[in-house]
């Protein structure tokens, strides 16, 4: 009788091939575990530096972005709402609010920048969302995230409107994308829910 | 060793007389959603052929070996193993292509033509040859959604691999947001499929008038 | 706001997303093989989908603990793709045995179509979406039903649209899986109507 048809054959030779392929694949995975968590942070680092009035180098590295970030972003404070601060030589430069919330497939993760009088955008950046390509991944664009530079949070309930591309654009609305409605909307939705709060955060603080 | 005009057969069934899309439409749930741009197609592609590839390469190698009741849940193994390293890989390389696939990569696994050729073809033969046929069958496969992802990134946003064309990125051309959106992508299978079988059809009938 | 939160009208719009707009099958193209080559008749149909829905709603739950106790404890995230499937063929064998043994009946209608689920991609497919869009058990096993609902409900569609196809004159090169794809193209154009309904949500 060979080894082969022995009854307790079969379940060895799953087992070793089983052991075999999961050490390889925990090996490699040991290996880019760190990677791919540096990965994500620069990521989101990266959304911060874009959001605010930073010119980034065309190709920056992973490691430039980290090492500006360290040395210019600060922690949020008592003032800043919740809000990351971009300090450069002891002034504040701006804010940097951090936003989530639910795309058409899946959740939108981004930031804005406001300038230090709290009113003036300075951009908005995108660092994981899972939209349609080509029509509500369109957001992490340059050409819809350029609108929101210099627009003004307004006083109102909706402090930044995303209108219809066919509607006129005021101070404080930008055009949402063709197509892509309810990326739009939703984005609309959460961005003016954050705005509104970080807004009273402020105005509580300041009394 | 494998002979030459052996592997030329192997690819050519495998890329165009037996292409597994225009045949049975086998395998297309794990990439049809992402062929809405050329670039996120190709990486698919790539991890297809990767994994057909090698996979059949290993399951031919251990074929010898493998007791026949747990040939499928070992066959299963092995791809799931390949799967995961592309995937690992992507995440630690390319983090961006990586968000764009989301969880297509993964189902590879549960592409009916790896196993398909696992089973088929990796079982019988040998390891260089199974190679060759799990390259090319992943390589037709491919070359479908890579169709298909032309078509709809041509005119659903008049660029291709994110570079604008001419006259589709002009204003003259409307683009048509349909062909981005999930209905575009079986719109344009539907007619590559009619028009390979169609062109099958034609070139069948003419062997076997020729051999009367 | 966050997706945390599990109001039952958190969890009914997860549900009915999962069903209409963001259909599967018709929006994420998942679970194809069998629903192109299962779709002739509306009650084989119907079986497969019923046995689509029950396995889907129970492993999705399952997945969701698995990756919840197992995987992220020991930052063994990569292995999911190998688990999940274990599972899923684990668990559709384990009720394939248990209706043979008690419902006879079921098992007559349902049990040939449990085995072609294991390579369902839908099923994976459904599991895979649960962990990247962070859901918690609640909306899990809303999410799993919902877009077990949606399969059932686009194969039965088709199998009866198929059904009034038997007699037509379809070129040949289109016969069978050409139709069946361009018959799935406007039915998701239909299913994108469901957006609206949603709007802002």
Known sequence: ?207 | MVGRKKTKDVVLTAVWGENPVFRQILGICSALAVTNLVLNTMVMGAAVIFTTALSGFTVSLLRKYTPRIIRMMVEVLIIAFYVILFDQALKAYWPDMSGNLGPYVGLIITNCIIMGRAEAFANNNPPLLSFVDGFSSGAGYSLVLICVAVVRELLGMGSLMGIPVPFFSSALWDRWIIMVMPPGAFFTLAVIVWLARTMQKDTEEKKTKGSK | MTSSDSSMLHLSIILFTAVFTDNILLARFLGMCSFLSVSRQVKTALGLGFAVVFVMTFTIALDWLAYRYILEPYAIEYFRFILFIVIIAAFVQFVEMAIERYSPVLYQNLGIFLPLITVNCAILGASLFMVIREYNLAEAIAFGFGSGVGWMLAIIAMAGIREKLNNALIPKGLQGPGITLIIAGIMALAFIGFTGVLSGR
């Open chain 1, 1 to 207: 009788m060979s080894l082969k048809d022995r009854a307790w054959f079969p379940i060895v030779y799953m087992f070793g091939i089983t052991l075999l392929l999961s050490t390889i694949l925990i090996i490699f995975g040991t290996l880019t575990r760190k990677r791919v968590k540096e990965n994500e942070t620069v990521a989101f680092e990266r959304a911060v530096l874009e959001a605010l009035p930073i010119d980034l180098p065309a190709a920056v590295t992973p490691n430039q972005i980290h090492s500006i970030y360290v040395s210019d972003i600060r922690e949020a404070n008592d003032s800043s709402a919740g809000a990351l601060r971009y300090v450069k030589e002891d002034t504040l430069k701006g804010f940097a609010l951090p936003l989530e919330g639910p795309g058409f497939w899946a959740p939108i993760k981004g930031v804005i920048g406001i300038e230090p009088d709290g009113l003036t955008i300075t951009g908005i950046a995108f660092y994981e969302q899972n939209e349609t390509p080509g029509l509500g991944g369109e957001i992490t664009k340059s050409t819809f995230r350029d609108q929101f530079k210099g627009k003004k949070i307004a006083e109102t309930e909706t402090p930044l409107q995303i209108r219809n591309p066919s509607e006129a654009l005021d101070g404080s609305s930008v055009h949402a994308i063709t197509g892509a409605t309810q990326t739009s909307n939703r984005l609309a939705a959460f961005l003016n829910a954050y705005l509104l709060e970080w807004r009273k955060q402020r105005m509580d603080r300041k009394w």
